[in-house]
Nanobody
């Protein structure tokens, strides 16, 4: 079984920064890509960013482009999301996901595995 475990969430003031981590463990699994999503209460899950594991190329949602940076450490099987200039509207449960095949990385249903999520709260 493949497991994704997020860490790094918390409470931060507006304008602050957080770095989320997501470690992939379990049976041998080579992701094609990994993504970060968030979901606020009463809202649909929203795509934030994705990175193709081998190539390192990235995709961002317009809402976070220039503020968030996705990166990965292949040796540690870990993907990161550096979040800067945080705003109260960034408050949500943030989750990482992994897909094993080329696909539209912006669509949650295209991912095979999900982490449990980590809460990010940005105070004004």
């Amino acid at each position: 079984q493949v497991q994704l475990v997020e860490s790094g969430g918390g409470l931060v003031q507006a304008g602050g920064s957080l770095r989320l981590s997501c470690e992939v463990s379990g049976r041998t699994f080579s992701p094609y890509a990994m993504g970060w999503f968030r979901q606020a209460p009463g809202k649909e899950r929203e795509f934030l960013a994705a990175i193709r594991w081998s190539a390192g190329t990235t995709v961002y949602a317009d809402s976070v482009k220039g503020r968030f940076t996705i990166s990965r450490d292949n040796a540690k099987n870990t993907v990161y999301l550096q979040m800067n200039s945080l705003k109260p509207e960034d408050t949500a449960v943030h989750s990482c996901a992994a897909t094993g095949k080329p696909t539209n990385l912006r669509v949650p249903a295209n991912y095979d595995y999900w982490g449990q999520g980590t809460q990010v709260t940005v105070s004004s």
